[in-house]
Each structure stands twice: as C-alpha cells, then as structure tokens.
C-alpha cells in the first residue's frame, strides 16, 4: 500500500511540473528593461524624422515593426502586414500582425491591442532640435504592442484571435484607426474588444493605479482588468473625461463602428511629462522600468480577458 501511495504521489507531482510549464510563461524573462530601450531607440531615433505619416522616416518605421512581426512568427492578417489607405494622395498605411486562438471555438472572437505608431515629423526647432522623435507619443504604446505580440507568440496561449496593430495617421485625425475599423466591420469581423496604448513611457505618483483608462464609465472594462490581474493597475482619472480622451485617441473609431468595448489606456496624465508634440520628446526622457513593469504587470489582465470562457466584458 505505501508503494502505491509513493507511486501516486510522484505522478501528482509530475503531473504539477508538466502542467505549469506548459501553461504558464514566465513574463519576466520575455520583457526585458534592455529590448525595450532597443525597441524604443530606434523607434523614436532622429533617423526617423519624427515618424509623419508620408515620409522616409515613417516608412523605416514600417520595415522595423513588420521586421519584428517576422522575427516573432507573428503572421499578417491580410496578404501582407500592410493595411494601405489614401489621404488626398498621401498613402499611409497600417501596420497588422495576427496570432489566431488556440480554442475551437473562442479562436472566431477578436481582441485588438493597438497603439500609433506615427509622430508629428520635422518642426519649429527648438535650441536647434526640429525633430520631434515621440517618444512617448506613441513610441512607448507601439513598443508595448510589439512585447506583447513577442509574449503571446512564445506562450502559445490565447484562446481568442489576436490583432497586434500600429496606427498611421493618427495625429491627422485617427485616419488610420478609421480606415481599419471600418474595413474590418466590411468584412464581419467578431470583435470582443479593443485597447489603445497611448503615452505609456512615464510613470504616474506612487499613490495612483498605474495607468487610466479613458471613457471609464462607459464599460465594465477597467474592473474586469483588475479583476484578471489581481491588482488595481487601471483607475480613473477626472481630466480624461474633461479632455475628451475617450474620442481622441485611436480607440473611438472601434467604438464607434463597431459598438463594443474600446479604450484607450495610458500612464501620461497631465502632471508628469511637459513634451507633448515637443522636440524634448526623447528616450532619454522615458522611464524603460516603468514600461517593462507596465508592460508585464499588464499580461495577466490582457489574458484573463483574451482567454475567458465568455464575454465579460460589456458595455455599460
């Protein structure tokens, strides 16, 4: 009888050893402090000249995301990663990587993570600056799209269908975002829901949730989110309603095209950075810890919601 009991256990414990290292990938040893700054560099280096929609610059933009799409085995939704549309003969063109659900089911549902990766290009220059290199506008949201897309193709595990998605155009008037949602609604995509990653670089005061969530009144979606993570990273801030950050960022048009839950979610709050579409809109400016912790502290909020057995999150 102890020999068979001796036996159970040694199964209980393989079993234990087999089951959490096929389910659980650890965040720490994928987003690093050092691939973020490599990210970030080169996004809001002086090479790209600021990153305007129609320019050089903007398009060694595009080389290096779909470079990185690649990199991961992130696949393209349509025939390429480029979603291309005309501004009055300016062509833009969005940036879109794809990693289908693993759930039979669950895999015909959509959550899009989406940031701009766009900037506002050469200006008044300013102690002889005149490229605005966004760091944090939007450099920061496209690298957290682009970690998250490294995350969730080495864990295998999204029962849901995932968009990975960076913006052109947004500072025109999310012409970009606009374009996409509207071609994805044409084409009855199911979409659950959809976070916009705007201005993440800058860490808010220790006393505040991490990040805010525009529009927080009008889902369930900031709650859930805490809920997942087990810790309240996303919280309300006052001044985002007063702005109208809700309709200002490239989550409206998903919202408002599509009638599902899409936010914007951000950590730059009016209080803590003074570079808004600034020259001083540097790496040197951003807090890397604070994103790699932002970026990782995020991951189990985004999978309780890309992996719960139904739609949790509604709109109010």
């Known amino acids: 009888m102890r020999h068979i009991v001796i036996i159970l256990i040694s199964i209980l414990i393989c079993s234990c050893k087999v089951s ?5 990938v650890d965040n720490s040893k994928i987003i690093t402090d050092s691939n973020v700054r490599k990210l970030l560099t080169y996004l809001a280096s002086d090479e790209l000249e600021g990153r305007k929609t129609g320019t050089e610059g903007i398009e060694k933009a595009a080389v290096f995301i779909e470079n990185e799409f690649k990199k991961y085995e992130v696949k393209p939704y349509f025939k390429t990663y480029r979603d291309s549309f005309n501004l009055n003969g300016l062509i833009g063109y969005n940036i879109v990587g794809y990693i289908e659900g693993v759930d039979p089911k669950l895999k015909n549902e959509f959550v899009i993570l989406g940031a701009h990766y766009d900037h506002i290009g050469v200006i008044h220059p300013v102690a002889g600056d005149s490229i605005a290199n966004g760091a944090n506008d939007d450099a920061s949201g496209t690298v957290a799209v682009l970690e998250w897309a490294r995350y969730f193709s080495k864990s295998k595990s999204n029962k849901r269908s995932i968009l990975f ?13 606009g374009h996409l949602a509207k071609r994805l609604k044409s084409e009855n995509m199911n979409l659950y829901t959809m976070i916009n990653f705007e201005m993440i670089g800058v860490a808010r005061n220790a006393n505040e949730p991490m990040a805010f969530i525009s529009g927080y009144d009008k889902s369930n979606m900031a709650e859930r989110l805490n809920n997942y993570a087990g810790n309240e990273i996303i919280g309300f801030l006052p001044l985002a309603k007063q702005h109208d950050l809700f309709m200002r960022s490239d989550n409206y048009p998903f919202y408002e095209i599509f009638k599902v839950p899409a936010h914007a979610i951000a950590t730059y709050d009016f209080t803590n950075f003074d570079y808004y579409h600034h ?14 912790r932002f970026i990782k502290q995020m991951i189990p909020g985004l999978e309780g919601m890309i992996n719960a057995a139904t739609k949790e999150i509604t709109l109010n």
């Open 165 to 177: 998605t960076l913006y052109s155009a947004e500072e025109m008037g999310l012409k970009g975002s």
């Open 20 to 24: 959490k290292g096929s389910d659980v």
């Open 279 to 292: 020259v001083d809109d540097e790496v040197e400016q951003m807090d890397l810890k604070h994103m790699a």
